[in-house]
Structures are given as structure tokens and as C-alpha cells.
């Protein structure tokens, strides 16, 4: 999944963020009904809207980082 994660947002997570990724897609898995990542990856292979719902929840864990730097340390 980080091949296609990065492949599909550009974004690159460590393995540290195993646990934030997994956070952020677990309620999806709840409401699909999906007993497994593996069955989620998957269903976003064959289902473009599907896809887009997973880059959207990836790329909310990427981009917190900015409300938390103060004014003016991000124009450096």
C-alpha cells in the first residue's frame, strides 16, 4: 500500500506511521464492513471513488504539521 499511497499523493510515510495510517483508515474499514487492510486495498484497486476517499484520509495525516509552526518558520 506505501507503493501506491506515494504513488497516487506523493506522500511518503515512515514506518513509524504505521499506527496513524492504520487510525486514519480504520473507521472507513468499520463502515465498509471490511475485516482487513488487505480487503481495503483491494477494494480501492478496483474502485476509483473508493481511491480518492483514501487519498483524502491519507493526506489529512500528512498536513497537520503546518496549523502547528508559527508565522513565518515555513518561509525560510
Not at 18 to 23: E, I, Y
Not at 24 to 37: F, N, T, W
Not at 60 to 67: D, G, I, L, R, S
Request: with cysteine; charged share 20%.
Amino acid at each position: 500500500m506505501a507503493n501506491w499511497r506515494h504513488g497516487q499523493t506523493g506522500i511518503s510515510l515512515t514506518a513509524q506511521k504505521k499506527l496513524l495510517v492504520s487510525g486514519r483508515l480504520m473507521p472507513r474499514l468499520r463502515a465498509l464492513q471490511l475485516a482487513s487492510y488487505d480487503e481495503y486495498f483491494q477494494r480501492i484497486l478496483q474502485n476509483s471513488a473508493e481511491a480518492q476517499t483514501a487519498v483524502n484520509l491519507l493526506a489529512q495525516a500528512n498536513e497537520t504539521y503546518f496549523f502547528r509552526e508559527e508565522a513565518g518558520t515555513l518561509l525560510c
